[in-house]
């Protein structure tokens, strides 16, 4: 395989050989992503009922192309963890994240999806970014619509920017989580080869 | 049993107190009479009582007196490690009664109300979980809140909070 | 490759039919409540039935239409629910736990956020049970406010009710309006405590600050817009045809077996059974106001949609009256060992300074002593058993979440039905699984 390919392989979007076309065709599948972003349902705890009012009329998420709250996380690219962990939901955060499919992200809503919250003891994860990797994380007990908006005007920014399609690998962000392509396949490139 | 009781120490508005109701000690405790039969009777108190109109069970719960062992009890109960403690009420006359059981902990199972109340069935199996005390007869003793697999039961007061150290944490864990 | 964790509860699910005894599948058929041997017989029968397989389906704990962590375990014979089991325990908090670390002061913090879509109520609870075993006595401005802010609580429930029971059964579109009218209620929460949610208000002593200026305009504000949509949503939903067949004759259940499974609030009273706290045991002022109990025939589905909707109606009333009857005063008991100072009194007095100072940090400490105290949240019956040891702490504190008892009759109300009944009668008994799991 040759070093170009290597690195289109590992780079994504941002390893590709740009000419104006393929420079423009980025920008519009960020714009279309970021969009329409559809959120998988996981109002776990009071969160959830500050994230129903955001997606309600006064605050309006369909303006962002976001009132869609889809049931199966097959089709969803967002996870908002809105809500407090427990330790016998933890296995089904996970397995949920795991059935989403790329490319996805996190927000985490409320103190106690971030770091436990007021509750530090036994019962709680301290903090989901024990269980998945997280972009954003919204503070507020819980927190209003307002700032889960903020939240989420920050993800789309970071969409924008194509930050975080680089960011996982380059940090390793959250909980060490990579993703990798399977071994054995041959990838297909989208752009001029020179 | 003994026949003589001895009022909690509690802030006024008490009324005389009958000594004994349905054979066990007896004490009234803001408006609300509390028995203290031992496990052997506890089934037949609370049947007895079920009797006289008290239909709705509204709560079974329990309490770890192992670091307050000198909770005032009507003279002649002997205090233990566990309580189990049950709520009933009846509509038609408007009452509540209470009824604390004492449990050893050398053997912590009590007979289980199921029979007599069905609603009974998930607060005996939350106690259980919590506390590890069995119902005897209780059709699905298992774990409700924790998961399945879990060690431990976490209201017991040897079991700790679990709390992880965090800076600037205003108040401590020791409390008492 | 992406490494998929397996979730199962072991013991606490649905065992298949064949590894389930006889007594077993006569439990979970919901035919507990004291039936006769051949008619418990009949039921085993039945329950073992034909030759045709069923099918175990998991529902959940991620799930549109379990309002919340829940997890349903069914088991089906083509669409017909036969067995159910409902496993909980996904939003466990610890929150007793927590609540033996906590000052009495802190209390309300953690109890509040048991039953989030009615926390005042939780605070209430924990607060009235803390007040009994102070022995202090309230001032009539603190009941009437709490009074004020429960009703308008109770609204906002019912509300929240309204929007996802209509959502589940298919008339989306509710969702938006009950957040709307709700939305105005949170409004004036905000204005008054601080917070949408959650608040920490009700503390105890009485409330944490006296209602704003002009506190009367936007209760009545409110007052002004709601009845005429409720009237929308009597148009939207009661009269509609699709409405009715979905939810009239399903999930019913009797005033015996709702008694016997513990059921209180809205479960209770549509089975005709006319049992509300305010009324018969009553706690705060209820006893000075007037208000009627809304009560059902059915004990289904459409009854307590019903009993939820002209609920809303009364909490109106009450808080008409309390606008009304409002009394002037101190809205927290003047005891200093209770309450904490006005800010401003620290500045000029050392002893206000130290009061401050220990109920903060130490906190109150309260004699020692047992209580139960029960009020009627929108869910039920929502009690509070605190035991002191006459230190600053409660010794244990065990919250009755109404929720966690009314879920005992779903197994009883999805027999026999199908799954898309299961969601109506979910939905109808509006559990919140803060308080469920706790």
């Known amino acids: 395989m040759s070093d170009r390919e290597e690195q289109g392989l590992t780079a994504g979007l941002a390893g590709l050989q740009h000419n104006f076309l393929t420079g423009t065709l980025e920008d519009v599948v960020k714009w279309a992503r970021r969009n329409s972003v559809f959120s998988a349902q996981f109002g776990l705890a009071c969160c959830a009922i500050e994230m129903m009012a955001t997606g309600a009329a006064h605050y309006d998420l369909a303006r962002f192309g976001m009132e869609v709250f889809r049931g199966s996380p097959r089709q969803a690219d967002l996870m908002i963890v809105a809500g407090r962990v427990s330790q016998k939901m933890a296995p089904v955060l996970r397995q949920i994240y795991d059935q989403m499919t790329e490319p996805k992200w996190v927000i985490s809503m409320g103190v106690c999806a971030s770091s436990g919250g007021m509750f530090n003891n036994y019962a709680i994860v301290q903090g989901v970014d024990q269980i998945v990797p997280v972009d954003v994380y919204a503070p507020g007990c819980p927190p209003g619509p307002m700032t889960l908006l903020h939240a989420i005007l920050t993800l789309h920014e970071q969409i924008r920017t194509g930050e975080i399609t680089q960011r996982r690998k380059e940090t390793g962000a959250g909980a060490g989580v990579h993703v990798g392509s399977p071994e054995g396949r041959v990838q297909v490139h989208v752009g001029t080869p020179r | 049993m003994a026949d003589t009781e001895a009022p909690e120490a509690e802030p006024p508005e008490e009324a005389a107190t009958p000594a004994e109701r349905h054979g066990v000690p007896v004490v009234s405790s803001r408006g609300v009479d509390v028995l203290f039969p031992a496990p052997g009777e506890y089934l037949r108190v609370v049947e007895a009582l079920r009797g006289e109109g008290f239909d709705l069970c509204v709560d079974v719960t329990a309490v770890d007196y192992l670091t307050h062992p000198g909770r005032s009890l009507p003279e002649g109960v002997a205090p233990e490690r566990y309580e189990v403690v049950v709520n009933l009420l009846s509509l038609e006359q408007r009452q509540r009664v209470r009824v604390r059981v004492q449990v050893p902990e050398a053997d912590p199972t009590v007979p289980s109300l199921f029979g007599l109340y069905p609603g009974t069935e998930v607060p005996e199996r939350e106690v259980f979980d919590m506390f590890g005390i069995a119902f005897d007869g209780h059709p699905d003793l298992t774990r409700i809140l924790m998961p399945e697999d879990w060690e431990g039961h976490p209201l017991r007061k040897d079991y700790a909070v679990g709390r992880i150290p965090v800076q600037f944490k205003a108040t401590g864990g020791t409390g008492r | ?438």
Request: glycine content about 8%; some cysteine.
């Open chain 3, 1 to 438: 490759m992406t490494h998929v964790v397996q979730t199962s509860e072991g013991a606490q699910e649905l065992a298949p039919r064949d590894r389930s005894s006889e007594r077993e599948l006569l439990l979970e058929t919901g035919a507990v409540l004291r039936m006769s041997e051949a008619d418990a017989a009949a039921a085993i029968a039945e329950a073992v039935g034909t030759d045709d397989e069923t099918f175990l389906l998991n529902m959940g704990p991620q799930h549109p239409s379990t309002h919340g962590v829940l997890r349903l375990m069914l088991e089906l014979r083509g669409e017909t629910v036969l067995r159910t089991k409902p496993i909980i325990g996904y939003l466990h908090t610890g929150m007793e736990k927590t609540g033996e670390d906590l000052t009495y002061l802190q209390g309300p913090t953690n109890t509040t956020r048991m039953d989030y879509a009615s926390p005042f109520f939780n605070e209430l609870v924990f607060c009235l049970a803390t007040e009994a075993l102070l022995g202090v006595e309230i001032p009539p401005r603190a009941t009437w406010i709490r009074m004020l802010m429960c009703e308008l609580n109770r609204m906002a429930s019912h509300l929240l009710f309204l929007a996802t029971n209509g959502m589940d059964l298919g008339a989306v579109s509710m969702m938006l309006y009950g957040w709307r009218e709700r939305d105005l209620v949170m409004q004036f929460f905000e204005k008054v405590t601080g917070l949408r949610m959650n608040h920490e208000y009700i503390r105890p002593g009485g409330v944490a600050v006296d209602l704003p200026d002009g506190w009367r305009d936007d209760v009545l504000n409110i007052l002004d817009v709601i009845p005429g949509r409720l009237d929308e949503y009597d148009q939207l939903m009661t009269g509609q045809p699709i409405w009715r067949d979905r939810t009239q004759g399903v999930g019913a259940i009797t005033p015996e077996e709702a008694v016997a499974l513990s059921a209180t609030g809205p479960v209770l009273r549509s089975t005709g059974l006319a049992w509300d706290l305010r009324r018969d045991m009553p706690y705060l002022a209820y006893e000075e106001l007037e208000f009627d109990v809304v009560v059902g025939t059915y004990g289904d589905v459409f009854d307590r949609y019903a009993i939820r909707l002209n609920e809303v109606r009364e909490s109106m009333r009450i808080v008409r009256q309390i606008v009304d009857k409002m009394p002037p005063g101190d809205y927290r008991v003047q005891d200093k060992k209770v309450t904490p100072p006005p800010r401003a009194r620290i500045d000029e007095s050392m002893e206000a300074l130290i009061h401050h100072f220990k109920i903060f940090t130490e906190g109150f400490r309260v004699p020692e002593g047992e209580v139960y105290v029960a009020v009627e949240s929108p869910r039920g019956e929502l009690g509070c058993y605190l035991v002191s040891d006459g230190s600053a702490k409660p010794y244990r504190m065990h919250i009755r979440g109404p929720s966690f008892y009314n879920m005992q009759t779903m197994p009883h109300m999805l027999h026999g039905g199908l799954i898309a009944d299961a969601v109506a009668v979910i939905s109808s008994l509006d559990p919140i699984m803060g308080e469920v799991d706790r």
